[in-house]
């Protein structure tokens, strides 16, 4: 059966997801969304990660209420995986409709548990996707580890001798609760301090990548007024081993850069075309690989002559 919930995003929700993540992306600022240049969407929007966020709670609720836990053990899916197109913006005070298609649960070619899921605000389509469960990453599987390095060394928002940007986040589970919250969640569910738990939510180290692409961004000195980029997809695959070992001070060291075909239009410049960056997330000195995704955008040129 198809689960279908309703929900409304506040500017406060808002504002409390881009300060939990450090992202200070023009288009979520509720007094500098108008100094985009053409900027379509007559107010701010909400944060990508947080709907996406939003997503992952639905899911869990599903698989409890579904009592699908039992084939993630026994199959080994240690592998959290999402796949987003964003078809149009949720801004606040919007109904947010989020439906999750039956779970489809299939051993061959290798075991996999999947839903479809579709995100309507007021009526019209925001998002389409899936979230899938696997025992093996659907993306960014063939990383060559060796050429990483010891990351703990290098200093923050340097490129390394590779072609990656370094960005170092620390967890925060104070950060991770307002996340949380700010994606219309139960932070209970994942802290509690007097019974000493500590569960830092699937997207929640995912979202610091915008923080990343932002301050990537900024080292190339991006005109972000002048040449604003959106999210057009994501495509995330979470090792839930090493999720369950995060904990509160850890250091998370985010390398980005884009993809081959990509490289030679890195932001920059104002040539309108779309940009892939393939983006990894590294935790402990042993450089336990947390999460990997390809993330995809546009010029908002682009997006405002497709909706002329």
Request: proline share 5%.
């Amino acid at each position: 059966m198809n689960q279908i919930s309703l929900d409304v995003f506040t500017q406060l929700h808002i504002d409390i997801a881009r300060n939990s993540t450090d992202d200070f992306n023009l288009f979520h600022d509720p007094w500098k969304w108008h100094h985009i240049n053409a900027n379509p969407f007559n107010g701010p929007i909400t944060l990508g990660f947080q709907l996406e966020s939003l997503i992952e709670g639905k899911v869990a609720e599903l698989r409890q209420k579904s009592d699908e836990a039992h084939l993630i053990t026994e199959h080994g899916l240690n592998f959290s995986n999402y796949q987003f197109s964003f078809i149009n913006v949720i801004k606040p005070g919007q109904t947010v409709e989020v439906e999750i298609k039956e779970s489809q649960f299939k051993t061959e070619p290798s075991p996999c548990l999947s839903n479809r899921i579709i995100v309507k605000a007021d009526g019209k389509l925001a998002l389409t996707g899936h979230k899938k469960e696997t025992a093996e990453p659907m993306f960014l599987s063939g990383l060559d580890l060796s050429r990483v390095g010891e990351l703990k060394i290098q200093p923050d928002r340097c490129f390394l001798n590779n072609g990656y940007f370094l960005k170092r986040k620390f967890m925060m589970n104070s950060n991770a609760k307002n996340f949380l919250c700010a994606s219309l969640r139960d932070q209970t569910l994942y802290f509690d301090e007097l019974q000493d738990k500590v569960i830092f939510p699937e997207m929640f180290p995912c979202s610091l990548l915008s923080s990343a692409l932002l301050e990537k961004a900024l080292k190339w000195l991006h005109d972000f007024e002048r040449n604003p980029m959106v999210y057009t997809s994501h495509k995330i695959s979470i090792d839930r081993r090493f999720l369950a070992k995060l904990r509160s001070n850890d250091a998370l060291h985010i390398l980005i850069k884009p993809t081959e075909n990509c490289a030679e239009h890195d932001f920059g410049d104002l040539q309108a075309r779309p940009l892939d960056y393939e983006c990894y997330g590294f935790f402990n000195s042993s450089n336990d690989l947390l999460f990997r995704a390809l993330i995809s955008l546009v010029p908002l040129e682009l997006i405002s002559k497709a909706m002329a």
